[in-house]
């Protein structure tokens, strides 16, 4: 089994700073690609961004140059660094990772969910 745990939420004034992290663990052979979406209420759920098991990163244009996702695969985990937060970035935040367990077979787990909200 594998549990994908997050922390770092939480409640910020426009401009300020949050840091998100994620960690797995359980039954892991190998984590592939790692990443965040954001959902708002009654909207579909938005990817943020992600980052290869290579450190190749790619983000949503609406959070480019102001938010740095990261890993340290020595603890299975991925962070998200946002920064100059705007009310718009107010969301339930999720992470995700693409897993191998050692039977050949990736699957994609998913946080629980840590909200964010950002004040103007």
């Known amino acids: 089994q594998v549990q994908l745990v997050e922390s770092g939420g939480g409640l910020v004034q426009a401009g300020g700073s949050l840091r998100l992290s994620c960690a797995a663990s359980?039954?892991?052979?190998?984590?592939?690609?790692m990443g965040w979406y954001r959902q708002t209420p009654g909207k579909q759920r938005d990817l943020v961004a992600t980052i290869t098991n290579g450190d190749k990163t790619t983000y949503a244009d609406s959070v480019k140059g102001r938010f740095t996702i990261s890993r340290d695969n020595t603890k299975n985990t991925v962070y998200l660094q946002m920064n100059s937060l705007k009310p718009e970035d107010t969301a339930v935040y999720y992470c995700?990772?693409?897993?191998?367990?050692?039977?050949?077979?990736?699957?994609?787990?998913w946080g629980q969910g840590t909200q964010v909200t950002v004040s103007s």
């Open positions: 995700y990772a693409n897993i191998n367990d050692g039977s050949g077979r990736t699957f994609r787990y």
């Open positions: 359980g039954s892991i052979f190998s984590i592939n690609a």
